[in-house]
């Protein structure tokens, strides 16, 4: 198996932030022309939830987090937990645009002589802090990372996603409850709330509505927001390191298949491929 090599960077590129608004806009558009390149290389994937939180991921990585892009390894880097594993066509796009690997790799998403596999894998894929897939379980480990920082006094923050469906687990709720029983200020959940999950909206196969009086019983500092309004996501990520003594869980209302028309809000592009067709007309629309 082929290994993904480190990309070459000075330490002020691995370190810079960015803030302007329509740049974070164009980062994020360039995750989705990545998503649609990887699942269409594929023939197979899941482009619905990935596209749905491109604008989540491109603030985490360009805005938010603490992480070095020549130190993926880094004991003192902020954790990021894509808890809905099968949106890991997202989490490769992000990870390559920031630059720990070519872009060019996410067309062999999911053959066999690669290393960017059906669902994220931390041993193969620099950046990647947890290896996910089993829904449910991602909050669990995000709750052993939070921990530990504060056990060690890191002082890191771990960010968690979780999908709308996910989070019928029950196992969310036992995490949930852990989190806020040790005061786990330094974490943070966001949930891609784009209503549908493989079977079909989350009201019809399991409604878990209201999401945030959920949360909020359980003990966590609650913000709703649009999640494609990119000074909406700044402004909650910076809300919720303000918060002390409970973690914070930002409801981002987003739309599956954002960015590309015919796959928006369509529960049959939560787990298939474009055709040749789709895919230049989808690339077509990313490219305006």
């Not at 002020?12 to 164009?26: A, G, H, N, P, V």
């Not at 130190?71 to 997202?90: N, W, Y």
């Not at 669902?119 to 089993?134: E, L, Q, R, Y």
């Not at 960015?259 to 007309?281: C, D, L, R, T």
Request: net charge negative; glycine share 8%; charged share 25%.
């Amino acid at each position: 198996m082929q290994e993904i090599e480190y990309l070459e960077q000075s330490k002020e590129e691995s370190i810079l932030k960015i803030t302007d608004i329509e740049e974070l806009k164009e980062k994020a558009n360039d995750i989705r022309r990545g998503i649609i390149e990887a699942v269409y290389g594929a023939k197979s994937g899941h482009p619905g939830g990935s596209l749905s939180c491109a604008d989540i991921l491109a603030v985490l990585y360009f805005n938010q987090m603490n992480i070095d892009k020549t130190k993926p390894r880094d004991d003192a880097r902020d954790r990021f937990i894509l808890s809905k594993g099968h949106a890991a066509p997202a989490l490769y796009s992000t990870l390559a645009n920031f630059g720990y690997f070519d872009v060019k790799e996410l067309t062999n998403l999911r053959h066999l002589d690669s290393n960017l596999q059906g669902h994220p894998d931390m041993n193969k894929i620099p950046g990647v802090d947890a290896s996910t897939g089993s829904l449910g379980q991602g909050l669990s480990i995000a709750n052993g990372m939070a921990m530990s920082s504060k056990l060690n006094s890191k002082g890191i923050r771990v960010y968690c996603l979780l999908g709308d469906g996910e989070i019928e687990e029950g196992q969310i709720w036992e995490a949930a409850m852990t989190a806020s029983h040790y005061k786990l200020d330094n974490l943070c959940v966001i949930v891609d709330n784009n209503n549908l999950q493989i079977d079909g909206t989350i009201e019809d196969v399991m409604s878990p509505y209201p999401i945030d009086e959920k949360f909020r019983s359980f003990g966590f500092n609650t913000i709703n927001i649009d999640g494609h309004d990119i000074s909406q996501i700044i402004k909650a990520f910076d809300m919720a390191k303000a918060v002390k003594g409970k973690p914070t869980a930002i409801i981002a209302k987003t739309v599956k298949g954002k960015g590309v028309s015919f796959m928006e809000n369509q529960v049959g592009w939560h787990g298939k491929a474009p055709n040749e067709e789709e895919y230049k007309k989808a690339m077509k629309e990313l490219k305006k």
